[in-house]
C-alpha cells in the first residue's frame, strides 16, 4: 500500500500551525476535492494546517480517481473488512502529518465526506490516533456491532446528511448518530431537507461552529 500524501494549505494567518484538520475525500475523486474547502474553514482558523490526502487505491469501478476500499461489493462484512484493512495506512499519514507539525492528537480533526467519511468515522473512533472531533459528511458507521468493544475514543461528531441523499440515504447517518449516542460518543446531526450527496453552506457552517468550538485560536 502506498504512502498517502496529497494537497496541503498552510495556516492562513501566516504563523506556525497549532492545528490540523485532515480531509478524506469519497470514492471516485482524490484529494483535490475536498482541498477547496479548507480555504472556506481557514476564515475562522487561522492557525489550522489543512491537507487532503489521495485514498491508497484506484478506484475499481471507474477509470479515474482513488478509493480507501472498494465498494464493488458493498456487503457490510465486506465494507467493514475494507476499511479495518486501510485504517492502519490513514493512521500512519496522521501521526507523520502531527509529528511534522509538531503537533500533538488533541490538535487533530479528522473530516470525510461519504467513503472518507466511513473512513473518518473507523479511524477517528478505533485507531490509535485520537482526534479532538469528527466531522462526518453523507457517510455511515460500519461495524457497529463491534464499535463498543473496539472504541478507543469519544471525540465529538458531527453527522451531516441531505434528506435527498441518493447515494448513501439519509437513514445511514440517522442510524450512526443512534449507535454513537448509545456509544457514549458526543454526536451532532444535521439533516439538510432537499440536499442529495453532497456539502452544502448549511453544512459546511455546521462544521465550521465544531471546529470553532474545539479550537479555540491561541492566545
Known amino acids: 500500500m502506498q504512502r498517502l500524501d496529497g494537497p496541503r494549505l498552510a495556516p492562513a494567518g501566516g504563523g506556525p500551525a497549532r492545528q490540523l484538520v ?14 477547496g474547502l479548507a480555504p472556506i474553514w481557514a476564515q475562522d482558523l487561522p492557525e489550522a494546517a489543512f491537507v487532503a490526502p489521495d485514498a491508497p ?10 478509493q480507501w476500499f472498494s465498494l464493488a461489493d458493498r456487503d457490510p462484512q ?7 484493512a486501510v485504517a492502519p495506512a490513514v493512521e500512519a499519514f496522521l501521526a507523520e502529518e502531527l509529528a511534522r507539525l509538531g503537533l500533538p492528537p488533541d490538535a487533530l480533526a479528522l473530516m470525510g465526506f461519504s467513503q472518507g467519511a466511513m473512513t473518518a468515522l473507523h479511524v477517528g473512533l478505533r485507531g490509535a490516533v485520537p482526534p479532538a472531533a469528527i466531522l462526518a459528511y453523507s457517510g455511515a458507521l460500519l461495524a457497529p456491532d463491534t464499535l463498543g468493544a ?3 475514543a469519544r471525540p465529538p461528531v458531527l453527522i ?6 441518493e447515494v448513501v440515504p439519509a437513514w445511514a447517518g440517522r442510524f450512526a448518530e443512534s449507535a454513537l449516542h448509545e456509544a457514549g460518543v458526543p454526536t451532532e446531526a444535521v439533516v439538510i431537507p432537499g440536499l442529495g450527496h453532497g456539502i452544502d453552506d448549511a453544512g459546511l457552517a455546521a462544521g465550521a461552529r465544531l471546529l470553532g468550538r474545539v479550537f479555540q485560536p491561541a492566545q
Open 160 to 165: 451531516v446528511h441531505g434528506e435527498a441523499d
Open 22 to 35: 485532515v480531509l478524506l475525500h469519497g470514492v471516485g475523486a482524490d484529494g483535490t476535492d475536498l482541498a
Open 57 to 66: 487505491f484506484p478506484c475499481d469501478m471507474a477509470p479515474y480517481g482513488r
Open 150 to 152: 473496539e472504541l478507543r
Open 78 to 84: 465486506r465494507m467493514a473488512a475494507g476499511v479495518r
